[in-house]
């Protein structure tokens, strides 16, 4: 690096006094009431709410404070104290609102009344629940089934995600994509490739015994600080902590538990990271197959001296198939071409092998840095072939472990929101409720994008999120989104989704995970899933924001009755009434997996529902768990080495979730008070020209006739490899061609965008 002085850092360790700090700006920001403190206690325990964040489980043997930074300022956003009541309209229209931050509209507070927009005054105004109802029935009524799209994201518990799904099967699609079709589904569909198993294989006791972690672009301190704990854990047992990341994320360099009195008065840290390896953006396939290599040496070596092999020959042989194949790949790989795709030294991949090596029990995390990109399957199944070379599948403190982002996103495919139509079991559905499922596959992201450009998709639904803003090619979307017949948010806060409404739109307010849901029957609980497949009770004990919310489940309910004909096995009110009822379905929809669900849900740290892959079970054509053979060693869709090219990862700040964003203090990566910034290595920037502190425009750099471009960012010199440069989601949205994804899943390519980088005038 040039000028070390220049280099702008973050600021670490992860937690300590700064996350704590973190918290009370938020507080402060959002005007939280101020009993939002005995909320936070009673979150992620049994009897009390499972946090409205991530989707990171909870420990059997759960603290005095069991959450993080991330999911207070989550709480504390939800319970803030502002309003945006209908007469918030009374001062603004909906086109004015479009010059609005992300940060601006939500901060206007919760949403409290239903409203319908008005396209003569571009307003939204109040509406009652009924006419609401009616309204976007008569409005759905009119379409035929596949020219309706019903988006969740990941939020809503399992009850009303399985009801959600119900509705949209009665009136006659799959038309169920989720935030996971721009986020895990590489997970869903390319772990599930090899080894048959949609999800991660670990629970929380592997945590526990494992002697290694190697984390492959997922960052912890940011998006699931709770890991943290455990890490800290791990390290004192002396386990091995190894990192692939282009970013130095502070989280897995050092940590100071801000739950421990000692570590924060006496600043004592953990470090995390033994060996943190800065590959290139999309540099992981090629990392890996240098370790593999460096492996399947160490055993060659180790069969040379008669000794134990390295290689877990056993498991190979009973467990998988298409080695031989993965063999011939890893002795064909070239040093010099897995230098230049990862970034890194061959030296250095022998570390990180011998790392691998030594330990016994290894876990590989995962998280965006893998799943986001055009290969991003490939980036999934060469993970899995590393960890199969020693059998770290489907054995105690070893396995695959992608960390899945909002709080319910893997239990709502669970239950049934999912677009592909033999996920879901369709005969049991017809039989419960007597009716004829749809057969046809239904759209996901990337084609629902697709049919709002064609036009064939003329009504949106959306349970929670703000899907016009995360999706990519985002401002071209916003013309089409306009042009439908319908749009109806579900939704929590006002958000930029909302300001592009369909010649009919809603927002549909609904109340939060903290607050009571008081129905016929009683207060009533709802239900998620972890990332660890864990299934916990949450019950919200707060004073709901307003008098005219409903919950998710009653807003869904209320629709799929105006909606649909008359069934007696479809019972909405009673259901609405009592949602044990519903579980009592989900039950008997998925008997497997939820086998005593109302008895079980309020165990301390969850019920398993069981992960077939965890017991070394392969649902995989053949039953066994496979090698893949990638065809390139990178996961990216371009040619990387074109002059003036550069790969664009779009990042996260530890002051944002997603699209809603906190405030402008991202200590992490070191940038304060702005968003508008280009992350580049000091040699990139002398190399094009440019200077610290230059305002520049970032131009996807493909031809396809589609000018995409995002100004107004500054140059910052920052650690971080040459060729990759680094920008905030969702502003960058603008840049990700839709068609920009991964080849199996459809997965947006978000962490590695082709684009070239133009000087503005200042
Ligand atoms: N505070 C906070 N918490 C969140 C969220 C949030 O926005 N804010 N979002 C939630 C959601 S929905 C999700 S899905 C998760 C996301 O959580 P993560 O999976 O951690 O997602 P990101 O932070 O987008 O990216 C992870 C890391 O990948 C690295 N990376 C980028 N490109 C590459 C690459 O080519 N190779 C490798 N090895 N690494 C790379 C990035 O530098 C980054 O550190 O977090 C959840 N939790
Ligand atoms: N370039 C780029 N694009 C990305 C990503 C990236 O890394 N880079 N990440 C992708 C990922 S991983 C994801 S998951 C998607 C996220 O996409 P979404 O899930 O669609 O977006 P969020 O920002 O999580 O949604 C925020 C909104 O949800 C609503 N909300 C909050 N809480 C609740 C609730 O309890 N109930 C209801 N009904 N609504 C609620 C609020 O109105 C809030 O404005 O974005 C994806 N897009
Ligand atoms: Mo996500």
Redesign the pocket.
């Known amino acids: 690096m040039s000028n070390e002085d220049d280099v702008v850092k973050g600021k670490g360790p992860a937690g300590g006094w700064g996350s704590l700090k973190g918290i009370a700006s938020v507080s402060v920001e959002s005007s939280a009431s101020p009993s939002a403190m005995d909320t936070l206690r009673r979150m992620n325990k049994p009897g009390g709410f499972m946090c ?1 964040s991530c989707a990171w489980p909870k420990p059997k043997n759960y603290s005095a404070f069991e959450f993080c930074e991330n999911g207070a300022k989550s709480v504390m956003w ?1 319970l803030t104290r502002d309003r945006c009541t209908p007469a918030f309209w009374d001062d603004h229209t909906v086109h004015g609102l479009r010059g609005w931050s992300d940060h601006e509209l ?1 901060s206007t507070g919760r ?1 409290t009344h239903p409203l319908r927009y008005n396209p003569d005054t571009d307003r939204y105004e109040e509406v009652d629940w009924p006419t609401a109802f009616e309204g976007i029935a008569g409005e759905l009524r009119q379409l035929s089934p596949e020219q309706a799209v019903f ?1 969740a ?4 518990g399992l009850e009303a995600s399985y009801l959600y799904a119900l509705m949209a099967r009665l009136y006659g699609n799959n038309n169920l994509p989720q ?2 079709n ?3 589904e590489t997970t869903s569909v390319g772990l599930k490739k090899v080894i048959g198993s949609p999800v991660g294989t670990i629970v929380w006791e592997d945590l526990e015994q494992a002697d290694a972690f190697f984390f492959f672009g997922q960052n912890p301190g940011t998006n699931s600080p709770r890991f943290l704990h455990p890490l800290k854990d791990a390290k004192k047992r002396g386990a091995s902590i190894v990192t692939f990341n282009p970013i130095i994320e502070q989280g897995l360099v050092a940590f100071v538990d801000p739950q421990s009195a000692i570590d924060m008065t006496t600043g004592r840290q953990t470090r995390i990271s033994d060996q943190y390896h800065q590959l290139s953006s999309g540099g992981d396939v090629a990392a890996i197959m240098g370790i593999c290599k460096h492996v399947i040496d160490a055993d060659k070596q180790a069969q040379n001296r008669g000794e134990k092999r390295i290689l877990d020959v056993e498991f190979i042989d009973q467990h998988t198939q298409g080695f031989d194949r993965f063999l011939d790949a890893i002795e064909a790989a070239d040093w010099g071409d897995i230098e230049s795709g990862s970034g890194l030294t061959r030296d250095a991949l022998k570390e990180a092998a011998d790392a691998y090596i030594r330990s016994e029990k290894v876990i590989g995390v995962y998280g ?1 840095g893998l799943t ?1 990109h055009t290969h991003g399957s490939v980036n999934v199944g060469m993970l899995v072939n590393l960890l199969m070379l020693r059998g770290n599948i489907g054995r105690p403190g070893a396995g695959v472990c992608p960390v899945r ?2 709080s319910n ?1 893997q239990g709502q495919r669970t239950v049934g929101i999912a677009e592909k139509a033999d996920l879901v079991p369709m005969d049991r559905l017809r039989s419960l409720f007597d009716f004829d499922p749809p057969t046809e596959d239904g759209v996901n992201i990337v084609e629902m994008v697709e049919g709002l450009i064609d036009g064939s998709v003329k009504a949106s639904v ?6 016009l ?4 090619d985002q401002e071209r979307m916003e013309e089409h989104w306009a042009r439908q017949n319908l749009t109806v ?7 930029r989704s909302h300001l592009y409404p369909g010649k009919a739109a809603y927002i549909l307010p ?1 109340l ?2 903290a607050e009571v849901d008081q129905q016929a029957s009683g207060p009533q609980a709802i239900s998620t899933e972890d990332s660890f497949s864990m299934i916990s009770g949450s019950t919200g004990h707060r004073e709901p924001a307003s008098d005219h919310l409903k919950s ?1 489940l009653a807003i869904v309910a209320g629709i799929a009755k105006a909606l649909l004909p008359v069934n007696p096995n479809v019972k909405w009110d009673e259901w609405t009434a009592d949602y044990s009822l519903v579980r009592d379905l989900i039950e008997q929809t998925y008997p497997d997996d939820f086998g005593d669900f109302n008895k079980r849900m309020f165990q301390p740290g969850g019920f398993y529902r069981g992960i077939a892959a965890h017991q070394r079970i392969w649902k995989t054509p053949g039953g066994k768990a496979h090698f893949t053979t990638p065809e390139k060693l990178t996961s990216l869709g371009f040619d990387a080495n074109k002059p003036g090219r550069y790969s664009l990862l ?3 700040s530890n002051d944002q ?4 964003v906190y405030g402008y203090s991202d200590r992490f990566h070191g940038i304060e008070g702005t968003r508008d910034v280009l992350l580049m290595n000091p040699e990139d920037i002398k190399q094009a020209g440019l200077h610290k502190g230059d305002t520049v425009e970032l131009i996807t750099d493909l031809d396809d006739g589609v000018d995409r471009r995002l100004g107004g960012l500054v140059v910052t010199p920052y650690q971080i490899p040459v060729g990759t440069v680094a920008s905030y ?2 502003e ?2 603008v840049l ?1 061609p839709v068609y920009h994804h991964d080849q199996l899943s459809k997965t ?1 390519g ?2 590695s965008v082709p684009v070239r980088i133009e000087r503005q005038a200042a």
């Open positions: 409205n939800e939500e949403l988006y994201s990941g939020h809503a935030s996971s721009m986020c895990h965006m986001q982002g909002h996103v959306c349970l929670g999120g703000n899907l803003r995360a999706v990519p948010m579900i939704s929590t806060k006002l958000n609904c939060g995970r998710e779009t990042m996260r979730f997603n699209t809603t989601y969702p960058c949205n990700v947006p978000s962490k």
